[in-house]
């Protein structure tokens, strides 16, 4: 059996602030830091460690690695879903400066804000990063560090749910929260 475990960057002040990340590279604050040294205390040994190359969770995983000795592997597959002009704005911003988008994104209607990416294409590469760790690393634990959107798509893929239709069905992740996934049989599944 392959476990995946997959834990949220600490916090950025772009989190405290309630501001939409994306793509865009915000680093931890302090408490982020301290997040992750905690989490880290508490993990036991690892075969592999990825992260997305974001700045937030790049920290995040090399706070870890610290700790558990093992080398991070960065991949572009593991990075926030890109919400275009959406970026750096609050929900309430984002109601104020684009309304009929964000009306039609809550409706299911679009991805949202212009130049945001599909959701089809954010799960596509989220699920093609996952189909590979599953068969690269058979029978080991691997620890990845990456972003709420993307632990988001991991448990629709774990869970069978249709993430490009039902997204907002699922559960927001905490900054340095973890989760476990077993592949057995190359099946995805959640470990309780």
């Known amino acids: 059996m392959t476990t995946l475990i997959l834990v949220r960057h ?13 793509h865009s590279d915000t680093e931890l604050n302090d408490a982020g830091r301290e997040q992750a040294r905690r989490l880290a205390e508490g993990l036991g040994r690892v075969d592999a460690l990825y992260s997305s190359d974001l700045s937030r969770a ?42 009929d988008e964000q009306r039609r994104w809550r409706a299911g209607i679009g991805a949202g804000a212009h130049n945001a990416e599909p959701f089809e294409a954010f799960a596509a590469r ?7 760790i599953g068969q690269r690393h058979v ?12 632990i988001r798509v991991v448990h629709a893929l774990a869970a069978g749910i249709d993430y490009v239709r039902d997204h907002r069905s699922i559960p927001a992740v905490a900054n340095c929260s973890s989760s476990r996934y077993a592949f ?7 470990i309780d």
Request: glycine content about 16%.
């Open 58 to 99: 790049r920290e995040t995983a090399e706070i870890l690695a610290g700790t558990i000795g093992v080398e991070v592997r960065f991949d572009q597959r593991l990075r926030e879903r890109g919400f275009g002009a959406w970026e750096g704005l609050t929900t309430e911003e984002i109601e104020s400066s684009f309304p």
């Open 126 to 132: 989220v699920g093609s990063f996952v189909e590979e």
């Open 139 to 150: 029978g080991e634990e691997v620890l990845v560090v990456a972003h709420g959107g993307t």
């Open 184 to 190: 057995r049989g190359g099946r995805l599944s959640p």
């Open 10 to 22: 600490g916090e950025t002040d772009w989190n405290a602030q309630h501001r939409w990340q994306g």
